[in-house]
C-alpha cells in the first residue's frame, strides 16, 4: 500500500453530468480523484483533463459498476494508485423513457438493465470499497439516487423503482457500515442536463418546473454541492435522503 497524502475520490459514471460536476469539485477541495466510465470515453479523458488543470490527479477506470468481477478490479487499482479511498459517489445509472401508462413497452430486458445499474451496482462498488473507505479516519458514501424513488414518477417506472430500492439500501448500507463509513442519499428532481435534453427531447423542463415553489431544475452543480456536503460538510449524519428538487414535494 502506498502513503499517499492527498485524500481520494472514486465517482461513478463521472465522464459528464453530475458525476463530471463531482471530480471538478473534489479536485478543487484538494481531492485526487477516480474518473470511471462505462461507454463515454473520449469525454472521461476531457475530465481527467480538467482535473489535471486544477492541479490534481485522476485515476481513469472503464468498468460496467453492474459487473461485480470488473468493479474488484476497480477497487484493486485504486488501492495500488494510492492505497487510501475517503469518498465513494455512486452516481452511474441508465433509464429508458417510457411513460408510465405504457406497461407493455417497459420489456425485462430494460427492467434488468436498470436494476443492474442502478441498484446492483451501487452495492457492488459500496461493497468493494468498504474495506478501503474504513481503513482510514473514516469514509462517506453518497448515493445519487432521485426524487422518482420517493413518489414513483419520472422516466419510466423500472427507474422509480429502482432508486426506491436505492433509497432503502442507502438506509440499510447506513447501519452495516457505521461506525467508520457514513451512506447517505441525494434525491435530486429535474436536472438541466443531456441526460434528460437528450433522452426525451420531447420535455419542456422549464415546463416541468413552472409551479414548483422553486422554478427551475437543478444544474448538475448544483446535485454535487449536496453530494459534496454529505461527503465533507458534516461527520454525523447518515442513513439520510435528501430530496433536491425546488420544493416539487410540497406540491403532494
Keep these: 500500500?502506498?502513503?499517499?497524502?492527498?485524500?481520494?475520490?472514486?465517482?461513478?459514471?463521472?465522464?459528464?453530468?453530475?458525476?463530471?460536476?463531482?471530480?471538478?469539485?473534489?479536485?478543487?477541495?484538494?481531492?485526487?480523484v477516480v474518473v470511471n466510465y462505462s461507454r463515454s470515453e473520449s469525454e472521461a479523458n476531457a475530465t481527467v483533463a480538467e482535473v489535471a488543470a486544477l492541479g490534481a490527479k485522476a485515476l481513469l477506470c472503464q468498468c460496467d459498476v453492474s459487473d461485480d468481477t470488473a468493479v474488484r478490479e476497480m477497487v484493486k487499482k485504486i488501492d495500488?494508485?494510492?492505497g487510501r479511498l475517503d469518498v465513494v459517489v455512486n452516481n452511474a445509472a441508465t433509464t429508458n423513457f417510457i411513460p408510465h401508462d405504457d406497461l407493455e413497452a417497459l420489456t425485462e430486458e430494460m427492467w434488468d438493465r436498470m436494476l443492474a445499474v442502478n441498484l446492483k451496482g451501487a452495492y457492488f462498488v459500496s461493497r468493494a470499497a468498504f474495506d478501503l473507505l474504513q481503513a482510514g479516519e473514516g469514509g462517506a458514501i453518497v448515493n445519487v439516487?432521485?426524487?422518482?424513488?420517493?413518489?414513483?414518477?419520472?422516466?419510466?417506472?423500472?427507474?422509480?423503482?429502482?432508486?426506491?430500492?436505492?433509497?432503502?439500501?442507502?438506509?440499510?448500507?447506513?447501519?452495516?457500515?457505521?461506525?467508520?463509513v457514513r451512506v447517505n442519499a441525494v434525491c435530486p428532481g429535474p436536472i438541466d442536463s443531456r441526460w434528460i435534453r437528450e433522452g426525451n427531447p420531447d420535455w419542456d423542463l422549464n415546463q416541468m418546473v413552472a409551479d414548483f415553489p422553486i422554478p427551475r431544475a437543478a444544474s448538475p452543480a448544483d446535485v454535487a454541492d449536496t453530494v459534496l456536503y454529505f461527503a465533507l460538510g458534516t461527520t454525523?449524519?447518515?442513513?439520510?435522503?435528501?430530496?433536491?428538487?425546488?420544493g416539487m414535494l410540497l406540491k403532494t
Excluded: W
Design 80 to 82: 495500488q494508485q494510492y
Design 1 to 32: 500500500m502506498t502513503n499517499h497524502d492527498r485524500p481520494v475520490a472514486l465517482v461513478t459514471g463521472s465522464a459528464t453530468g453530475v458525476g463530471r460536476a463531482c471530480v471538478l469539485q473534489f479536485a478543487e477541495r484538494g481531492f485526487d
Design 145 to 180: 439516487s432521485s426524487v422518482a424513488g420517493l413518489t414513483g414518477s419520472g422516466s419510466c417506472i423500472a427507474y422509480a423503482a429502482s432508486k426506491g430500492a436505492l433509497n432503502t439500501m442507502t438506509l440499510s448500507l447506513a447501519r452495516s457500515m457505521a461506525p467508520k
Design 236 to 246: 454525523l449524519t447518515t442513513g439520510q435522503l435528501l430530496a433536491l428538487e425546488g
